[in-house]
């Protein structure tokens, strides 16, 4: 039964990550039917004010790192990464997750519970903007990049800021059922649930082209999405052979000219569907999907939700 929540503020902490956290847990919701949680803000010196990544704005922690003691949840806000983090505060987690404490973590704050060896072999994630230097430092961690969180029972990340207050609402549906995130929810307009993962919010670059020999076919395959292309007609048009051109496509962009050319198209619809009215035929055709059902494959597979789901998102009201 989740009674007790300690937050763990370290400086530089994101105040808005830090807010989710106190919304959901923080927050006396008896009368809509939640239990009250204790909740305890800790820091390693209580009563000292420590800095925000929002210049001007402090946070002070009114638990020292004992507050973690008998938590049945510890959760860890966002906060600039760095290189190291306070030792005391990694020790502190370490105890808390060997005592068996439920530990979470909101976007950035996963490279805290890596720092403390708490990551190593588990599935989890963090902001898609961060994927790569927690794979780097942490390379026995399991990490998703597509998800909004990960829930690995005693173990939850979260990816980047609003994907929190999934995490948290989700822990609270896990612990005291659905009425109890619903009504949470509810008081702080949000969904329950979100469907999709954070891949719909990536952004998604043109790959890096490595040489110089391909560059004018990838101009002009852009230039032409929607005609139809073979590795045959772009090898005669880059004047190589067809074994020749796609060996250096691979080595010049890193993937095939099949996945390169679906993930342009994939890219061409994402801004359509953002900024026309196009329907989703229309956009199909345009693209050079041919029809909605291949386009809908295809978005789905890189962006992760469908072409009608990332209007809705994001298309202009």
Known sequence: M??????????????????VICEV?????????VPRFEFRVCGERPGEPLATSVPGVQMTPAFGLDGLDGADLVAVPAATIREEYPPAVLDALRKAAARGATLLSVCSGAFLLGAAGLLDRRHCTTHWHSVKDLEDRFPEAKIDPDV?????????????????????LHLVRRELGSAAATAIARRMVVPPQRDGGQRQFVELPMPECTGDSLQPVLAWMLEHLPDE????????????????FARRF???????????????????ARALLEETQLSVEEIARECGFGTAALLRHHFHRVVGVSPHDYRRTFAPV
Do not use: N, Y
């Open 148 to 168: 909004l969180f990960v829930d690995e029972g005693d173990l939850i990340t979260s990816a980047g800021t609003a994907a929190g207050i999934d995490a948290c």
């Open 229 to 244: 292309h073979t590795v045959t007609s772009l090898a005669r048009r880059a004047q190589m052979s067809e074994r020749t």
């Open 25 to 33: 847990f923080g927050i006396d919701r008896t009368e809509d039917g």
């Open 2 to 19: 989740l009674k007790t929540v300690a937050v763990v503020l370290v400086d530089d902490l994101a105040p808005f990550e830090f807010g």
């Open 250 to 268: 691979v080595a010049e962009t890193g993937t095939t000219p099949h996945k390169w050319l679906s993930t342009q198209r994939v890219l061409h």
